[in-house]
């Protein structure tokens, strides 16, 4: 699961074991080592909830998606879930979890295996 942040959003991209592993298990996580005791995780969780969350507590970042939007994504062809979260008065924190593509042309040193095959190519 590779994972952006830009100003106010963030974006997960996942390989097709990660979208299955989510459909069955229901949690996919990552873990940046930044040094022995410092690192950064990051994780996808379905649930039962009503609707998407995110939550960042103690270097962890945890998207909850509920299994209602998030088991028919892990089972059909729609490529992307985008939402917007309110995190106070006006500001919103963008969330777009995606499948992870092949790049149209390949780049060295990088392990395209899993990735979803590209529908422009």
């Not at 998207?63 to 919103?92: A, D, N, Q």
């Amino acid at each position: 699961m590779k994972l952006r942040i830009l100003g106010n959003s963030i974006r997960l991209r996942l390989t097709q074991t990660e979208v299955s592993n989510l459909a069955l298990i229901g949690k996919i996580r990552e873990t940046t080592q930044f040094g022995p005791d410092n690192f950064l995780e990051y994780e996808l969780i379905m649930t039962r909830e009503s609707a998407l969350v995110v939550n960042f507590q103690q270097g962890k970042i945890s998207v909850i998606l509920p299994e209602i939007i998030g088991k028919p994504w892990t089972k059909g062809s729609e490529i992307s879930l985008h939402r917007f979260i309110r995190i106070g008065g006006e500001s919103e924190l963008s969330v777009l979890i995606e499948k992870d593509f092949k790049c149209k042309t390949q780049r060295a040193g990088e392990n395209e295996d899993d990735m979803f095959p590209n529908p422009d190519c």
